[in-house]
Structure formats: C-alpha cells, structure tokens
C-alpha cells in the first residue's frame, strides 16, 4: 500500500549509479586460563593474507545446539513482533549464540538454553532495563562481566543525552580501573590460543574494545565514571594499545590474533576495525592502507568481509560505511572513485532489499526488531541519506526523503522508548543540517 516517497530516491541512484562509477574512475567468563596464549612468547609470526581462523569445535557445538537455539530465538522474536519486549530473553540468547559459537563450554550453553527457556515463561522482564544496585552495572540478565559492561555503554549515553546521573555508583568498571589492569586484560584478549584453552576470545576483545572506546573517549560518558578513575590515562592506554600492539600496520586492519601450530596468525576483522575506530577523535595510522584492505575483502563472509549470505545487512553495511568515510581524507583518486561506486550500490541495496513495503525494516538478521531499525538507520544516516552534510562520497542530491523518515519515525515511536536502540535511531533520524 505504502509506495514510499523514497523509492524515487532508490530509482535516482539507480539510475545514476553507472554514472557515478564513470565520473569517478575518471573477567567472568568461565573456563579462562590462568595463563593466556597472549602472555607466551610466540615462536613464529607470519603474516598471510585474508587468513581466517578455523575452529576446532564449532562445527560441533552448532550441530548440538544450533537448532535449539534457533526455535527459541523464533519464540523470541515472536514476543518482539507482538510488542513486547523480552530484553532479558535476548540478553540470555545473545550469551548462548556467543558461547555456542566461541567455547567449548557445551555445560555452560545448555544452562543458558535452559535459562532462556524459563525466561520464556515470565511475560514482564522490565528488570532487565534496571541498573544493578550491587555494582551499577546494566545487563543484569548476562552472566558474563564483559557482556554487563558492554550493556552499560547506551544506559550510560542515554542518561547522558537526558542530563541525568546513575542511581548507583559504576563499580562494575573496578577490574580495567588502572592503566596496568586494562592494558593487561586487553593484552590477555589479543591472542587466542583455540585448541589449547578452549575459548576464541574474539567475541569479548570485540566487545571490550567497543565499550571502553565509548566509556573513555566520550567525555560526558567518561565523567560518570567512579570519581577518582584516571580518565586520561586509561584514555591514553586504550589508544596506545589499539595504535602500537594491535593494529597490524600491514593492512591497516585490528582483529583476534591466533596461535596455530606454533605461528602467531592474524586476522582482518571488519567489525573490530570499527570498534577500533569509531569513537576516537583522531584517526589512527596506516588509514591508505585500511582502505587497500577493506576494499579487497568485499566479498568474504562477515566478520572477515562485507559479505551475510548474499542479503543486505545494514549492521556490516554501516561498519563498511563509517570506515570509508573515515578513510576518504587520506584515499588516492583511485579509491576514492571505489568509495562512491560502492556506496552508490550499497544505498540502492538497502532501500530496495531491507526495507519492506510498509516501511519496516527486516529484522531477520538481527536479535530484535529494534536492532535492525537502529542499523537501517545508522546506514542511511552515515552514508547521507536524510543530510546533505554527512554526503562525504557524492555531491548529488537526493530526492524526497521526507516520507521515509516519516514512516520509520512512526514505527519506532510504537517501540519501547526504554530500549537505548530506539531512542539513538530516533535521535539519528530526526537530525538536520
């Protein structure tokens, strides 16, 4: 029914897509060792191209668990299409998919399949939007430590936008507190040593990056800290860590790093490259390089490429995005003229493909409605869709947007206001030049 104003803005860049191209080409977790692969000295280091880790267990712990999680992650979604909001269900399936995926912990993966079966059974999960009065931290349906501290960061932002404080003191930030605690719980993540441990430890080095880039290099954010918490100097370590151990200055790229066989292999991982990134007010080093990279990974599979089983993702499309336009100051023309072919391509795939014809995003490839509403917008706003001003790859003009904005506005006005996810899509999508 709804034939969105924007589609006329989908057939402008079609149409002007072959255009484009032309003109331009003219803590908690269980089972972690006390003495981690990143503690050891390596005995060889190599580097090899487009390496991407294989597992020795995942094949099998997805074959026991997999089917499992995906009938109760159906479930899940079946409460969030029908308006509500089990937030402590998809906190626990987000733990579950995590340890199906990284560990061995088959025991750890059943008790919380089990425990999200039993959330299933509780209707009203508002608790899981309080802050814990026992360390002030969110997230209180995780067991993992990491996953509280990254569910702290949007609360945190949120109250932040609102000009509020916490109830509670932020405790739960004690064991990075000092730059040595940090530098060595970020050094402990580095490398993964599989078949030795158990535990791929890419999952939470992603995550711990995301979420102490966002607590320490947002000022605002920074300031709720516990009082007395070294800002800068954390600041400054988190930096130091992520430009002169991390970073591979080959490709540009940051990833998990894994000992196999005696030869310490690194990885070029999208998703850790934009954490890596993002919330820094500078821009790190070998940025022509991550350009090289990014472009040559374009048709791998997500995290190692840009590519979700030939569907438009707008989550990796939004990494992919920011990356560029981080990228674009220091791009030859060459590159350059790659950044506006792709993204012309990339705009046109997400208007047509995720985005339904009532207006609605597709939340398949996502945990919750929500989520795919704050990547659809997150895409669309980086790339310049709704503002001129953030158009950094092509002077043209788009048309009609309005009635877009307008209908994914009324959608998410119908969602939980409590879920950070819809107010910063909301705050995204209604900001002007």
Not at 11 to 20: C, K, P, T
Not at 189 to 218: C, H, M, P
Not at 324 to 352: C, D, F, G, H, N
Not at 384 to 409: K, N
Request: proline share 6%; net charge negative.
């Amino acid at each position: 029914m709804l034939l969105l104003a924007a589609v006329g803005a989908l057939a402008l860049i079609l149409a002007l897509a072959g255009s484009l191209v032309i003109t331009a080409l003219t803590p908690e977790w269980s089972g972690k060792p006390t003495m981690t692969a990143s503690q050891q000295t390596p005995i060889h280091y190599r580097y090899i191209p487009n390496y991407i880790p294989e597992s020795p267990y995942k094949r099998d712990m997805n074959g026991r668990f997999r089917d499992e999680l995906l009938d109760l992650r159906k479930q899940v979604m079946e409460l969030h299409r029908g308006g509500q909001e089990p937030l402590c269900s998809t906190q626990i399936m987000g733990e579950a998919r995590d340890m199906m995926n990284y560990t061995n912990n088959a025991e750890g993966v059943r008790a919380r399949l089990d425990d999200l079966r039993a959330s299933l059974a509780r209707p009203n999960q508002d608790h899981a939007y309080d802050q814990s009065p026992a360390d002030g931290s969110w997230g209180g349906c995780y067991k993992a430590w990491y996953l509280r501290l990254d569910a702290s960061v949007d609360p945190l932002k949120e109250l932040v936008e609102a000009g509020k404080v916490p109830d509670y003191p932020l405790q739960f930030f004690e064991p990075v507190n000092t730059p040595e605690k940090m530098r060595a719980y970020l050094q402990s993540l580095l490398v993964s040593d599989v078949k030795a441990t158990g535990i791929d430890n890419r999952k939470e080095l992603n995550y711990a990056i995301t979420s102490l880039a966002q607590l320490l290099f947002k000022p605002k954010v920074a300031a709720l800290l516990p009082t007395g918490t070294p800002v800068a100097e954390l600041a400054a370590t988190l930096q130091d860590f992520l430009d002169n151990t991390a970073q591979n200055p080959e490709t540009g790229f940051w990833g998990a790093w894994y000992m196999v066989d005696g030869e310490l292999k690194k990885t070029n991982d999208l998703s850790i490259t934009f954490h890596a990134i993002s919330y820094r007010p500078d821009d790190p080093p070998h940025m022509r390089e991550l350009a090289d990279t990014l472009f040559a990974i374009r048709t791998s599979r997500y995290p190692y490429g840009w590519r979700d089983e030939g569907k438009q993702n707008n989550h990796h499309a939004y990494d992919v995005a920011r990356l560029l336009r981080r990228a674009w100051p220091y791009m030859t023309a060459e590159q350059k003229s790659r950044t506006t072919a792709e993204l012309t391509i990339m705009v046109a795939r997400s208007l047509s493909v995720s985005i339904r014809p009532d207006g609605s995003f597709d939340d398949e490839p996502y945990t919750s409605p929500a989520e795919a509403y704050y990547f659809g917008v997150s895409f669309l706003d980086e790339v310049g869709f709704f503002r001129a001003s953030r158009r950094f790859w092509t002077p043209l003009e788009v048309s009609d947007t309005q009635s877009l904005r307008g209908i994914l506005r009324q959608h998410l006005q119908q969602m939980d206001q409590r879920n950070a996810l819809v107010t910063a899509a909301l705050r995204k999508l209604d900001a002007s030049d």
